[in-house]
């Protein structure tokens, strides 16, 4: 039989996929899932439970939280990525290590034909296909729900003909979580002018009163949570069970589609925005002017290549190389406080501090030069606005 490697998630789109392409294709599928955080165990077995039912020979659950953190969430921090200022890249960052998963495992298990899901009007399916095509160019890629145009309503009707009757009944809003995140998705993400309402969102506020809380960085890492150290997946997962008791994190995202359209999403993310926040906080206090303004252009620059699906690409590991680079004293504690849909930032300490009285306080005392230095400073400064209005003022 053809050997294939199935990218399945337990829903709709992947059990018609399963079903369709054992049954009728003649494929011999092996399902594969990959958690980039937000599984469990017990739904874990659910989706290899209904895999087998379906038709798959095998099925494999690869665990890839860590592998995540590490090759992409950490530099998500490290460059304060936010698309388009809002979005910290929440689901479609965990694309890009899932497709490296499926396509490194169809290899291992020698699989001419990978296979996905997704239909042809999102981004999925070019960040799935460009991994695919560039780390495994000889293996096919399968994708018939795109290839079909399929509705929602003829995947179900097929499934009951073969004798697969599970609740297909479409949930009022989608829920997409994962370490760095969770997406929320819903009717009124259709339309430019619509709120998600307060239930929609996966955590509801639980915590009216406020909290302080205390974050670590070590070179740009989150090493402890209120002085208790631990890995950063850990402090990662342990502040978002903290922070999402008082709904933080909640917006919605407006941007670019890789195919050209305009999109909008729904998002849950309060471990991810407290960081990022936490982080540049410190950053500013630790880094140069001209560090943070690079800064600042790079890792927007990583995140747009992410979000469109060029991870692959050798740029990618100069501008990682120039972010860790970057974090070298970007070390100390982040003070902030919790509140009910919000988080406030208070202050920071580190050795690494710039913000140092050895010069002087701002506005109020210079040590570090005379009156003469600064208004030599400022003459030399104006020379290039004395000139042009000599040459042109008058005109």
């Not at 087998?52 to 530099?75: C, H, N, R």
């Not at 993400?189 to 009163?209: F, G, H, I, R, V």
């Not at 960081?275 to 001209?290: C, G, N, S, V």
Request: net charge negative.
């Amino acid at each position: 039989m053809k050997k294939l490697v199935l990218a399945y998630s337990g829903g709709l789109d992947t059990s018609y996929c399963a079903k369709h392409l054992s049954k009728d294709k003649g494929f011999e599928v092996h399902a594969v899932s990959v958690n980039t955080g937000g599984f469990s165990k017990e739904e874990i077995s659910q989706i290899e439970k209904k895999s087998l039912e379906l038709g798959a020979t095998s099925y494999k659950s690869i665990d890839a939280v860590q592998t995540f953190y590490d090759k992409v969430v950490k530099y998500l921090i490290f460059g304060n990525v936010l698309k388009n200022n809002t979005y910290p890249l929440s689901v479609s960052a965990e694309r890009i290590v899932q497709a490296i998963e499926i396509v490194n495992y169809a290899k291992k298990v020698g699989a001419n034909y990978i296979a996905h899901g997704s239909t042809g009007a999102g981004n999925d399916q070019v960040r799935f296909d460009m991994i695919f095509q560039i780390i495994a160019p000889e293996i096919e890629i399968i994708t018939p729900i795109r290839d079909n145009k399929l509705s929602r309503e003829t995947e179900i009707a097929y499934l009951k003909e073969n004798g697969i009757d599970y609740p297909w009944e479409k949930a009022k809003y989608s829920i997409n979580r994962g370490l760095w995140g969770t997406s929320v998705g819903g009717e009124e993400t259709l339309s430019s002018n619509k709120a998600l309402p307060d239930s929609a969102y996966p955590s509801q506020l639980q915590e009216k009163e406020p909290a302080d809380v205390t974050l670590t960085f070590e070179k740009g890492e989150l090493v402890a949570v209120n002085g208790i150290k631990n890995t950063p997946v850990a402090n990662i997962e342990k502040l978002e069970v903290m922070a999402s008791k008082y709904a933080i994190g909640r917006d919605i995202h407006v941007g670019d589609t890789i195919i050209g359209t305009k999109g909008r999403v729904g998002f849950e993310a309060a471990a991810a925005l407290i960081i990022i926040k936490a982080h540049h906080l410190l950053e500013k206090h630790t880094l140069t002017k001209w560090q943070q303004y690079q800064k600042e252009q790079q890792g927007n620059f990583y995140g747009m290549l992410l979000h469109e699906g060029n991870y692959l690409d050798e740029v990618m590991r100069n501008i990682e190389a120039f972010l860790t680079d970057t974090q070298k004293n970007v070390s100390g504690d982040v003070f902030l406080s919790l509140y009910p849909f919000q988080f406030r930032l208070n202050g920071i300490s580190s050795q690494h501090d710039l913000m140092t009285d050895a010069f002087g306080s701002y506005g109020e005392e210079n040590k570090g030069w005379s009156a003469t230095d600064a208004k030599g400073f400022i003459k030399i400064l104006s020379n290039p606005g004395r000139i042009y209005n000599h040459v042109n003022g008058e005109k």
